[in-house]
């Protein structure tokens, strides 16, 4: 059965850091994309990140230069460290997976690109 679970998330300060880790169970992370969402309450979902097979990786403008992805293939996880926190950056956190034979699904596909498998969220709350 393929999982993934989120965790990280918290209640942080502006202008602090939170590391999100995405656990991927049932299959090998290194053969899918991976991609991070966020919901903000009475916003729609929306895509913040995504790195690809070949480990490209790929940004929401607004998070540019403070979020960064990354991938521990021994751990089978894949990290989103968020720095420089904004109240804006207020959200449930999800990633997302698709087994993908394209190397770099995310250029290819966009960020949002269609993703089969999704973990339960984690909430991150940035304080002003």
């Known amino acids: 059965e393929v999982q993934l679970v989120e965790s990280g998330g918290g209640l942080v300060q502006a202008g602090g850091s939170l590391r999100l880790s995405c656990a991927a169970s049932?299959?090998?992370?290194?053969?899918?994309?991976i991609g991070w969402f966020r919901q903000a309450p009475g916003k729609e979902r929306e895509a913040v990140s995504c790195i690809s097979r070949d480990d490209s990786a790929y940004y929401l403008n607004s998070v540019k230069g403070r979020f960064t992805i990354s991938r521990d293939n021994a751990k089978n996880t894949v990290y989103l460290q968020m720095n420089s926190l904004k109240p804006e950056d207020t959200a449930v956190y999800y990633c997302a997976g698709e087994p993908t034979i394209v190397t770099d699904y995310c250029s290819t596909y966009g960020i949002g690109g269609g993703y089969d498998y999704w973990g339960q969220g984690t909430q991150v709350t940035v304080s002003s």
């Open positions: 049932g299959f090998t992370s290194d053969d899918y994309a």
